[in-house]
Every structure is written in structure tokens, then in C-alpha cells.
């Protein structure tokens, strides 16, 4: 199958800065891609770029559309929950399922009304007299009703509870996902994600840095816990990162041979929130 | 056709307050105002002979002269009227209020990333918003109006036939109260084409302003108009300043008042046939209701360009929408 979406040369110039930097990348179907990055690193911009919302420099092609000319026909097929707080403070449980159902063809019902049962949420409840968890709850099962192909998620459990966070992404990949579908996520909860994650893209002022499946990643960057008397050694190495940990200190390496590093002490395959830091640590200097 | 049903429903179901419970709470208190009237006038009808809605019930006996029939024809068009004029100025403020936060509240607190994640464009959301505005609006507001002047009619006629007098014939007799309701319900295309520059600019407004769009759609008609009037003072052009209020900056503001083309129809440019008005009370209602609901106004450059205008605005609004990246 052919790439979910394509982007050549993606730029977008807010008034001071460059939010977007000439970015490339595909992304296929079947995959949940993880874009990780700081505050500020142009991760919203792309999204909002995939979305439509805001317009750009550069090719971009999403399912075949266009997003800055066929935004509308574009929604038909994605889905998108920015952050926890965008349903109309206004609208009811019922009138929003009324009214996805009546504008969006792709819409089951049932589906929606299943997922509903599951929460304590009631049909004539308002969204303003919800609480976030169950705001994102509504939201969630308003989009996993839908048959889209690419869903978009920007954050989507900031300010939950931990129950709420698992149960999110629990349901996501229970019932929603499958090899036709596409899951791209933002977060800063790494760790809650990456055990789902199959693509790991590290973007960071407004470039791509890191752009690999988990596999690729697991085989490229490698964790060695090394011994105070080998330190010296593996320094010389040039390791992304180093700490220390009851007086041994643990070095990741990029793209150096494993059978070198076993050599060394006991090697293992780094959490992406270890090399996420190790990645980004002078973005704020 | 289907989506923008529920584009329409969805924003009744938003606004329900201003749209419909507005004007019903409105018309629900000048029945009660009548009532209370009709009741104090009963208990002091001995010692004070009080009207009510311009109707004194001393003077309603079975047996009226043909003057005192088009006395009480004419009371009760005033009776009718009343509700009228008053649920037009709510109307007018429900309105107002609801384009200058049409395009601009959901970007406010966001909800616009929900909305644009539906299969919808950004054309038919605009639009049915502009509808709102122009006809749904005004429809419950000239609906509720007529049902509220024929209420207050039957209350009057139930307390006329308390004194004998049989006012349930005249209201099917009398032409006034019916052309009244049929001369409302008819003026709603012209309300419709009328209405478009004041909506297309406050719609514009909300949907381009950053932030506090009441004080943009304020200040920029006004500050031109002022600007236009310091010149003319100036005598350095002569701009016509009186026709820069009336044609820009009223247009722009206050068109979404109900029959705001009348007093043009009636006395502008000494056009119109309507010009023998008069200054008898009873003519110039007359002839401002005729001029309600002309539809040959239609026509007219103040109808045509200013609907252009509107729509030139509603279409720029739409471009704003799609492109308007703040949230």
C-alpha cells in the first residue's frame, strides 16, 4: 500500500520563527508514529499542516488530498482530537452524537452508543459539566465511531488522571486500531506511549531528527552500564549520553556494534524518554 | 442539504436562549402587562375609566358608530404593534450579538479545532450561520410577535364581551389587525436582503478580529464616518457626510433592525409613492406598512447594493475561516 502521507519540503514561517524547516517523511499505513518532541518544536504546526489548518510551504499529500485545498473531503477520512478541552462547552452528549452522526458519513452509531454505556456519561449531559477525563471519554468515542484511516491525537490525554490516561490508550488499541489505520500521537507522557509505538520520529526546531521504526531503533541506539574503571574507554567512544547510577555509569551509543558494547558491561535497549533527553539536551541552553 | 440542516440545528440548539426564548419571554411579558392592565382598569373602571393598549372599555357598547369601530380598529393595531416593535429591538440585539460571536467564540475557546475535524466546509459553516442571522432568527422573532399581538387582541375582545360588546366580529371584520400580521410575515424577504451588509460586516469582524471584535466592528464604520464628517467640516472635499452615516455606517451597524428601510421608502430622496404620507398619524402607519413589505424596493440601489456588499462580506468571512490560524 501506498504512504498515508507524504511530505516534501514542508515549511511554515510564523512572523519570528521557522516552525517548520524544510521537513521530509513518509509515513505508511498500519502504523502508530510517535512525534516526540520539546515545547515549541513544531509538532502542533505539522499536525495542523496534515490537518489543513494552517498553510504551508512544500508538498504535502495526505490519503491522496491535498489538506490546504480539500481540507473538507480530507475529514471525511481523518480523525483528530487536539487536547482535551475542544468540545464546545455548550453542546450535549446527545445533541454532539446527533450531530457527528448526521454530517459525518463514515459515523456508527452503535459503535458510539457501545462506547458511551461504558462511562457514567449521560445523554442529556453537558460538556461544561464535565470533568476532563470524561470530556476526553465523550471524545473518544465519538472518534473511535468513525471509520477513519488516519487518526490524529496532539496531546490527548494533557491533564488526566492516570486511570483515564491507560484506559485511553488501552481502547485505542483494543478496539480501534488495525492494520488499515494509521495513529499519529504527540505527547510529553513518553512513557505511557512507547510500548504502543511502532515509528519514532524526534522533531526539534522544526527539523526531523530522528525519523525510524522501533526495531531500527532498538538496533541503532544501545544502553551500556559500565564499570568506573572501563568509563575512560567507553568516553573515548563518544556515547550521546552519559549518567551515573550507584557508581557505574550507564553510556548511550549510537550506531556502534553491539558485540563491542557487550564487551563492556551489560548492554540494553534504552527507553525512548532516556533518549529523548539524550537527543534534545541542549534545546534549551 | 442534509448537512446544513444540522449545521442550522446545530446552532438553534446553541442559541436556543437568544433565538427562541428571547423573544417568547418578550411577548410573554407584554401579555402579562396587558392582562395586569385589562385587570387594574376593571377594578378602577368606576372612578378612573382607564385604557388600556388605547382602549377604553367605557366607551365599548354593542351599538358603535362606524367612528368609534375605526377608533378601536386603530387601538388594536397599536396593540398588535406594540409586541412588534418590541421583539424587533430584541431581535436586533440576538442578532447583533450572535454574528459578532458567530465565527469568533469557538475560536475563542477552541471548540473550532472540534468543528473543523468534521467532513464540513468552511463555506456551509459560514453560511449557516449568515442563515441563522437572516432568516431563522427573524422568523421565530415576526412568529412569536404576531402570536403574541393576536393573543393580546383575544384578551381584549374577551374583555370587551364582558361589557356587552362583541369585539370577536370585528376582529374578523376590521382590516387592520390582519393586514398587520400579513404585512409582518410578508416583509421578512426584504428583512432577509436588508439585513445582509450589517451581518456580512459583523460576520467579517468575527471572523478576522484577533480579539474583542465588538470594538472593531464599532470602531472602524464610526471612526470613518468621523473621519469623513471632520473633512466635510474642513471643506477640503466634499464627501456628503449625512450619506456616509446613513448608507455606510448605519448600514453596516443597525440593518438588522426590522423594517430599517421603511423611514427611507417613506421620506428618502423624495422618491416613492409613498410620499403623500402625510403627517396624519393614522396615514403614515399606513403607508409605513405599506412600504414594509414593497416588494419593488427590491430593486432599489440601497437594497441591491447593500446586499452585494453583504455578500462580498459573508464571502470574505468564509476566507478568514479557512484561513485564520489562531487556535
Same mark, same amino acid.
Given at each position: 500500500m501506498s504512504a498515508v502521507i507524504t511530505a516534501n519540503g514542508l515549511s511554515k514561517r510564523y512572523k519570528s520563527s521557522l516552525a517548520l524547516d524544510n521537513v521530509s517523511f513518509q509515513i505508511a499505513p498500519g502504523r502508530i508514529v510517535g512525534l516526540i518532541g520539546p515545547n515549541g518544536a513544531g509538532k502542533t504546526t505539522a499536525l495542523k499542516s496534515i490537518l489543513g489548518l494552517t498553510d504551508f510551504t512544500g508538498e504535502l499529500n495526505v490519503l491522496g488530498f491535498d489538506p490546504r485545498k480539500q481540507r473538507d473531503k480530507l475529514m471525511g477520512e481523518v480523525c483528530f482530537i487536539a487536547d482535551v478541552a475542544v468540545l464546545p462547552r455548550w453542546i450535549r452528549v446527545h445533541e454532539v452524537v446527533d450531530f457527528v452522526a448526521n454530517v459525518h458519513p463514515r459515523f456508527d452509531r452503535k459503535k458510539c452508543e457501545a462506547f458511551l454505556a461504558r462511562t457514567k456519561l449521560t445523554p442529556n449531559q453537558r460538556v461544561r459539566q464535565m470533568s476532563k477525563g470524561m470530556i476526553v471519554q465523550l471524545h473518544l468515542a465519538l472518534v473511535m465511531a468513525i471509520d477513519a484511516r488516519l487518526l490524529i491525537l496532539d496531546e490527548p490525554t494533557l491533564g488526566l488522571d492516570i486511570l483515564y490516561r491507560k484506559q485511553f490508550y488501552q481502547n485505542l488499541l483494543e478496539d480501534y486500531f488495525d492494520e488499515n489505520k494509521t495513529i499519529i500521537v504527540t505527547t510529553h507522557q513518553v512513557e505511557e506511549v512507547e510500548h504502543i509505538l511502532t515509528d519514532l520520529m524526534f522533531i526539534r526546531d522544526g527539523k526531523i531528527v530522528l525519523d525510524a521504526d522501533m526495531d531500527a531503533v532498538g538496533e541503532r541506539f544501545i544502553e551500556v552500564m559500565v564499570s568506573a574503571d572501563k568509563a575512560p574507554a567507553a568516553r573515548a567512544m563518544k556515547p550521546l549520553d552519559e549518567r551515573q547510577v550507584f557508581g557505574k555509569s550507564i553510556f548511550l551509543f549510537d550506531g556502534v556494534e553491539r558485540a563491542q558494547l557487550e564487551a563492556m558491561g551489560e548492554v540494553r535497549r534504552p527507553s525512548v524518554s532516556d533518549l529523548f533527553v539524550a537527543t534534545m539536551k541542549e534545546t534549551y541552553a | 442539504?442534509? !448537512?446544513?440542516?444540522?449545521?442550522?440545528?446545530?446552532?438553534?440548539?446553541?442559541?436556543?436562549?437568544?433565538?427562541?426564548?428571547?423573544?417568547?419571554? !418578550?411577548?410573554?411579558?407584554?401579555?402579562?402587562?396587558?392582562?395586569?392592565?385589562?385587570?387594574?382598569?376593571?377594578?378602577?373602571?368606576?372612578? @378612573?375609566?382607564?385604557?388600556?393598549?388605547?382602549?377604553?372599555?367605557? !366607551?365599548?357598547?354593542?351599538?358603535?358608530?362606524?367612528?368609534?369601530?375605526?377608533?378601536?380598529?386603530?387601538?388594536?393595531?397599536?396593540?398588535?404593534?406594540?409586541?412588534?416593535?418590541?421583539?424587533?429591538?430584541?431581535?436586533?440585539?440576538?442578532?447583533?450579538?450572535?454574528?459578532? #460571536?458567530?465565527?469568533?467564540?469557538?475560536?475563542?475557546?477552541? @471548540?473550532?479545532?472540534?468543528?473543523?475535524?468534521?467532513?464540513?466546509?468552511?463555506?456551509?459553516?459560514?453560511?449557516?450561520?449568515?442563515?441563522?442571522? !437572516?432568516?431563522?432568527?427573524?422568523?421565530?422573532?415576526?412568529?412569536?410577535?404576531?402570536?403574541?399581538?393576536?393573543?393580546?387582541?383575544?384578551?381584549?375582545?374577551?374583555?370587551?364581551?364582558?361589557? #356587552?360588546?362583541?369585539?370577536?366580529?370585528?376582529?374578523?371584520?376590521?382590516?387592520?389587525?390582519?393586514?398587520?400580521?400579513?404585512?409582518?410575515?410578508?416583509?421578512?424577504?426584504?428583512?432577509?436582503?436588508?439585513?445582509?451588509?450589517?451581518?456580512? +460586516?459583523?460576520?467579517?469582524?468575527?471572523?478576522?478580529?484577533?480579539?474583542?471584535?465588538?470594538?472593531?466592528?464599532?470602531?472602524?464604520?464610526? #471612526? @470613518?464616518?468621523?473621519?469623513? @464628517?471632520?473633512?466635510?467640516?474642513?471643506?477640503?472635499?466634499?464627501?456628503?457626510?449625512?450619506?456616509?452615516?446613513?448608507?455606510?455606517?448605519?448600514?453596516?451597524?443597525?440593518?438588522?433592525?426590522?423594517?430599517? +428601510?421603511?423611514?427611507?421608502?417613506?421620506? #428618502?430622496?423624495?422618491?416613492?409613492?409613498?410620499?403623500?404620507?402625510?403627517?396624519?398619524?393614522?396615514?403614515?402607519?399606513?403607508?409605513?406598512?405599506?412600504?414594509?413589505?414593497?416588494?419593488?424596493?427590491?430593486?432599489?440601489?440601497?437594497?441591491?447594493?447593500?446586499?452585494?456588499?453583504?455578500?462580498?462580506?459573508i464571502i470574505g468571512a468564509i476566507w478568514f475561516r479557512r484561513w485564520r490560524d489562531d487556535s
Open positions: - | 442539504m442534509k !448537512t446544513f440542516y444540522w449545521l442550522v440545528k446545530r446552532e438553534f440548539w446553541e442559541h436556543r436562549g437568544s433565538f427562541l426564548w428571547a423573544p417568547i419571554i !418578550t411577548g410573554g411579558v407584554m401579555l402579562a402587562l396587558t392582562l395586569m392592565g385589562i385587570i387594574t382598569s376593571e377594578v378602577f373602571r368606576a372612578r @378612573s375609566g382607564m385604557q388600556v393598549n388605547g382602549i377604553d372599555f367605557n !366607551t365599548i357598547t354593542a351599538h358603535m358608530g362606524p367612528d368609534a369601530l375605526d377608533m378601536i380598529g386603530k387601538a388594536l393595531d397599536i396593540a398588535i404593534m406594540a409586541p412588534i416593535v418590541l421583539i424587533g429591538i430584541v431581535l436586533f440585539l440576538v442578532v447583533f450579538f450572535y454574528c459578532l #460571536g458567530s465565527l469568533y467564540d469557538d475560536r475563542r475557546d477552541r @471548540s473550532i479545532l472540534f468543528w473543523k475535524s468534521l467532513p464540513i466546509s468552511d463555506r456551509d459553516t459560514v453560511l449557516s450561520k449568515a442563515f441563522c442571522a !437572516t432568516v431563522l432568527a427573524p422568523v421565530i422573532a415576526i412568529v412569536t410577535s404576531v402570536v403574541t399581538g393576536l393573543l393580546i387582541m383575544v384578551i381584549m375582545a374577551i374583555a370587551a364581551s364582558l361589557h #356587552g360588546a362583541n369585539l370577536w366580529q370585528m376582529l374578523w371584520t376590521l382590516p387592520h389587525p390582519f393586514r398587520i400580521i400579513a404585512s409582518m410575515l410578508s416583509c421578512i424577504p426584504l428583512y432577509v436582503v436588508w439585513a445582509l451588509p450589517t451581518v456580512g +460586516w459583523l460576520m467579517l469582524c468575527s471572523a478576522w478580529a484577533r480579539n474583542k471584535p465588538f470594538l472593531w466592528a464599532l470602531i472602524i464604520p464610526i #471612526g @470613518s464616518g468621523i473621519f469623513v @464628517s471632520w473633512f466635510n467640516l474642513m471643506g477640503l472635499f466634499n464627501l456628503g457626510d449625512k450619506w456616509f452615516w446613513g448608507n455606510i455606517v448605519a448600514r453596516s451597524l443597525v440593518s438588522v433592525i426590522p423594517g430599517g +428601510w421603511v423611514p427611507g421608502q417613506l421620506y #428618502g430622496n423624495g422618491r416613492s409613492q409613498f410620499d403623500q404620507a402625510g403627517t396624519d398619524g393614522h396615514q403614515v402607519f399606513a403607508s409605513a406598512l405599506a412600504a414594509a413589505h414593497n416588494y419593488a424596493a427590491l430593486v432599489s440601489p440601497e437594497f441591491l447594493v447593500g446586499a452585494a456588499a453583504g455578500i462580498a462580506m
